[in-house]
């Protein structure tokens, strides 16, 4: 009996191990951000969804060129705060994300920890 509850929990504790490390997916915006940490990118673009569009918020997290300004400022001053929304993780050019509460869903282009572009798709 004891063998078997050894090895009993042998078995759940080594497949509690291989399913620790799973990061979940979404359709939407691939692997899904489940930790922010401190500086990240996720990090800055989390919190900058959370504000008013304004001009400190463009001074704040975006390229500031007026081409930028004329391209995005109308649909960032419609869609921000957002609420409800899946991030995903930073792939290296850019964040993906999506308003469960709008059905907004974005790509984000992040250059110098600086939003450059978006994307609405």
Known sequence: ???VLSILSLL????SLLFSGIVPESVRVGRVCVKIEEGSVEEMVSNALKEEFSLSW???YCDQSDAFLASYSP?????LPMEDVILGEFDGNGIYLYSQKTDDYLY???KE???IALQKK
Request: no cysteine.
């Open 75 to 79: 649909l960032l001053a419609s869609l």
């Open 58 to 60: 463009i001074e704040k």
């Open 1 to 3: 009996m004891k063998y």
């Open 12 to 15: 759940l504790f080594s497949s």
């Open 108 to 110: 984000l282009i992040i």
């Open 113 to 115: 920890g600086k939003i």
